[in-house]
């Protein structure tokens, strides 16, 4: 067996669950569907929800269709690309590899104290691999 980070494609992949609404839940987020900062909710036009102000126990809300908890908000999670643009014609649909080096890898889920719209299933963002802290974490996948 080999463990492993998640490309980013397959984190999208992952996280959509067949969907192409910006959650796999649909199209608005307040806190109550995921933990995140409810008082800045996707869309704005939503209503606030709650705000917990720390990572919430995995499991706490509920699985999307492929039985994966916490896809959406708690932290950001690490994926085993480097971050870069992506080229020209390709798009997440595609399946793209980030670029073989860089100084930043890819980062997906949205963490608990940022606003909504930072968990989307299509957002991105990267930082400096050292970088730890409450809002980061990781998923793996087991390879037979």
Do not use: I
Not at 14 to 41: D, H, I, K, V
């Amino acid at each position: 067996m080999k463990y492993r980070l998640l490309t980013e494609a397959e984190w999208e992949y992952a996280c959509r669950a067949g969907t192409t609404t910006p959650f796999w839940f649909g199209s608005e987020l307040n806190g109550m569907q995921a933990n995140c900062n409810g008082n800045y909710p996707y869309p704005y036009t939503t209503s606030d929800g709650p705000y917990l102000k720390r990572t919430s126990q995995v499991g706490s809300y509920a699985a999307n269709a492929f039985g994966l908890y916490d896809m959406h908000g708690n932290v950001l999670e690490w994926c085993a690309d480097w971050y870069g643009v992506y080229s020209s014609g390709e798009s997440p649909v595609d399946d793209p590899v980030g670029p073989g080096s860089g100084s930043s890898r890819v980062l997906r889920g949205g963490p608990w104290n940022l606003t909504a719209s930072y968990c989307r299933s299509a957002h991105r963002s990267f930082s400096d691999p050292s970088d730890r802290g409450p809002v980061v974490g990781f998923r793996v996948v087991c390879e037979f």
